[in-house]
């Protein structure tokens, strides 16, 4: 049976979430406990069946930041998990470790930790693949996501919510943000 979808219902729908996001807190990864983020039903995905990251899937000598990025957008629906590091669910830090981790760049578990690791880059230098740190639950870097491209990153926000892609200039994670780190650099 075909169901017909009004376009202004998921507008709304869509609208409502980033409204509520805007108010919510992220993932710390440590045990905090953030603020729910809510999804929308409709737009919610599957969960990715990927495979663990046993063996990196680039045997190239170069890292390719856009496979990078394709790898986490591929886990776009996956739900959070607190203290998660698989396609079972993630925790923000076992997001990005996870995705670095398929081709062979071996990321420290603790988001504070990943914040100390690479090259320091500048907001509006951010290319594809670069870790980005914001500030949530605790002072400094407490919640870390992936730069797809544009003003868009990939992350694992919280309890309620899945890996999904969101805007750096929103209201709720423009002012969050405390600085980038491009770990891939070696490799370009």
């Given amino acids: 049976m075909l169901r017909i979808i009004d376009p202004g219902t998921v507008k709304v729908a869509v609208v409502v979430a980033l409204s509520c996001a805007a108010l919510s807190g992220a993932c710390a990864s440590r045990g905090a406990t953030p603020h729910p983020f809510p999804t929308p039903g409709s737009v919610s995905r599957p969960a990715a069946s990927a495979p663990p990251p046993s063996e990196p899937e680039s045997s190239r000598a170069a890292i390719s930041e856009y496979d990078v990025v394709g790898t986490a957008l591929d886990l776009r629906g996956v ?110």
């Fill in 79 to 188: 739900p959070y998990k607190n203290g998660g590091t698989d396609p079972g669910g993630f925790d923000c830090s076992g997001f990005t470790q996870y995705v670095f981790a398929k081709y062979g760049v071996s990321l420290p578990r603790e988001v504070r930790d990943q914040f100390n690791t690479g090259t320091p880059v500048d907001r509006k230098t951010l290319e594809p693949g670069d870790l980005i740190f914001f500030t949530t639950t605790e002072p400094g870097a407490s919640h870390v996501g992936s730069a797809v491209g544009g003003d868009e990153f990939v992350h694992a926000p919280s309890t309620s919510g899945v890996v999904r892609v969101e805007r750096l200039s929103s209201s709720y994670w423009a002012p969050r943000f405390i600085g980038g780190r491009r770990v891939l650099s070696e490799n370009r």
